[in-house]
């Protein structure tokens, strides 16, 4: 099983920014595309970002568009997710994802692997 292992949450103040980090312990991590997902207490976990394999292709949850960023290192098998302006709405654990060719990158259960996740509070 591909570990993955999520960092840089923490309690910032609406505004702020942080930037979270997913190692893969994998020797091919350019084969997957990678997202991120956050779950909130009581909330079903939803899709934030992705990014495939090549680098390029990019897509964004409509409520993080224009603040957040999604970016990765195949060379270090790490992804990043810059977040900026952040929201109190933005609090949840934010999880790190692995998906295989032919996978819906929106659907968090069509991805081959997870991280345990990296706690994210915003106060007002």
């Known amino acids: 099983q591909v570990q993955l292992v999520e960092s840089g949450g923490g309690l910032v103040q609406a505004g702020d920014s942080l930037r979270l980090s997913c190692l893969a312990s994998?020797?091919?991590?350019?084969?997957?595309?990678m997202g991120w997902f956050r779950q909130a207490p009581g909330k079903e976990r939803e899709f934030v970002a992705v990014?495939?394999?090549?680098?390029?292709?990019?897509n964004y949850a409509d409520s993080v568009k224009g603040r957040f960023t999604i970016s990765r290192d195949n060379a270090k098998n790490t992804v990043f997710l810059q977040m900026n302006s952040l929201k109190p709405e933005d609090t949840a654990v934010y999880y790190c994802?692995?998906?295989?060719?032919?996978?819906?990158?929106?659907?968090?259960?069509?991805?081959?692997?997870w991280g345990q996740g990296t706690q994210v509070t915003v106060s007002s």
């Open positions: 994802g692995a998906a295989v060719a032919g996978a819906n990158w929106y659907v968090g259960r069509e991805y081959a692997y």
């Open positions: 994998t020797r091919t991590f350019s084969n997957y595309a």
């Open positions: 990014i495939g394999w090549n680098n390029r292709n990019t």
